[in-house]
């Protein structure tokens, strides 16, 4: 089948993203594994269908296989349109925040609440694999203090993770994934390659750090309880494990590092029963 292309819409790591004249989008693959990846894609928007309606999401219509026209193979999916909630949400009102909150808390519960079939302790065990790789390459740029430190968190880590029922997220619910239109309502969430099996605090992490209104409609609209320090816990192992990714951009990587150094502190300031080695 042949694919009109409109207009360039992004450029990922995996593919980069083109609206064709029908109104669908499509993603283009571009490295050896992309096609891998559409795969595992595919397999994860299935579990959606029928179980998530709070939200508009891009559903998959077709999953093209490596060709001529397309060596690294493609995806075409519905296309959500609207603004990243990044680039227009200080032009949005409190009540606005409010009412989107509310709605994402709809839509990720919906997603908690789908069947599934993991071994949650399988996943704890990979979880903590990759903390303990992301502190390994972390360790040359930070002092042997901070380090220790971090070391100390990993088994606070671990006690959180095993205490909480795990269920498929999102797992990347940042303002760069939430669309709005410009009247100010949610047009719709996408891109869910981070979907996993996974805790239900990951998708409040990234708002409690952007905004705080929409954060607390989350909250407030989710109904077990997220607890604020929990998502301080979370953001600093995102932010550890992020770090293999950006250590060679040097702006990047200082970002990262100033956000571990004052993350672990806001942790450790929330959490009085936590002791440090220097005050043993």
Do not use: W
């Amino acid at each position: 089948m042949e694919y009109n292309v409109v207009k360039k819409l992004g450029v990922g790591s995996a593919g980069d993203a083109y609206l064709l004249d029908d109104g669908r989008a499509i993603i283009v693959g571009k490295r050896e594994d992309s096609f891998s990846t559409y795969k595992v894609l595919f397999e994860k928007m299935e579990k959606l269908k029928g179980k998530v309606s709070a939200v508009n999401y891009p559903k998959i219509y077709e999953l093209i296989s490596p060709c001529e026209d397309y060596p690294f193979g493609a995806v075409v999916e519905e296309y959500i349109s609207g603004v990243e909630l990044r680039k227009i949400n200080s032009e949005l009102t409190d009540a606005q925040k409010r009412t989107i909150g509310k709605i994402l808390a709809n839509f990720v519960e919906e997603i908690h609440n789908i069947k599934a079939n993991g071994n949650k302790y399988e996943e704890v065990d990979i979880n903590l694999s990759k903390l303990d790789r992301s502190l390994g390459i972390l360790q040359e740029y930070i002092s042997p203090e901070m380090h220790d430190k971090l070391i100390e968190i990993k088994p606070l880590y671990k006690q959180f993770i095993e205490s909480k029922e795990f269920c498929y997220t999102h797992g990347d619910l940042n303002s760069g994934n939430i669309m709005i239109n410009q009247d100010g309502t949610l047009s719709g969430v996408i891109d869910f390659g981070n979907m996993e099996y996974y805790i239900p605090e990951i998708e409040f992490v990234h708002m409690y750090f952007f905004d705080r209104v929409i954060y607390d409609s989350m909250v407030e609209n989710y109904p077990k309880k997220i607890e604020e320090k929990d998502i301080v816990l979370l953001e600093l192992i995102v932010n550890i494990r992020h770090f293999k990714n950006i250590r060679n951009f040097e702006e990047r990587r200082q970002n990262c590092l100033n956000n571990i150094g004052n993350l672990l502190n806001k942790y450790l300031s929330m959490d009085i029963s936590i002791s440090l080695k220097e005050e043993v």
